[in-house]
């Protein structure tokens, strides 16, 4: 029986495909390399961006209570008759005193 031989490949092809092949490999790793970074560079830019909106809830959570503890403290009464006395001008009004007189004749008993 005869021996087959195998193809040799000749050395061109040989050369040829080690560097399609080494290419391609760095082909790919800078691509990859690319876009690890362009996420990683995504995803620090949106935890920045999240740390920036809580901090800006926070300021405005702040400046609520600041509010609220301003209206409470407006909205005493001796401080509103404060401000109407000497801001304002205004006087205590005087008491009135109110007198009824019923007349009992013209209820007829009912004994």
Known sequence: MPVKRRKRRSKKNRE???????FSTTILSIAGLI?????YTEVDETMLAIEVQNQVSKELENSVKELKMDIAQLSRGDRISYVARTE???VPAEP??????I???AFPDSH
């Open 16 to 22: 040829f495909l080690q560097t399609l092949l080494f």
């Open 35 to 39: 876009v690890y970074l362009w996420v």
């Open 88 to 90: 304002l001008n205004m």
């Open 96 to 101: 009135e005193t109110l007198m009824i007189y």
């Open 103 to 105: 007349d009992e004749n």
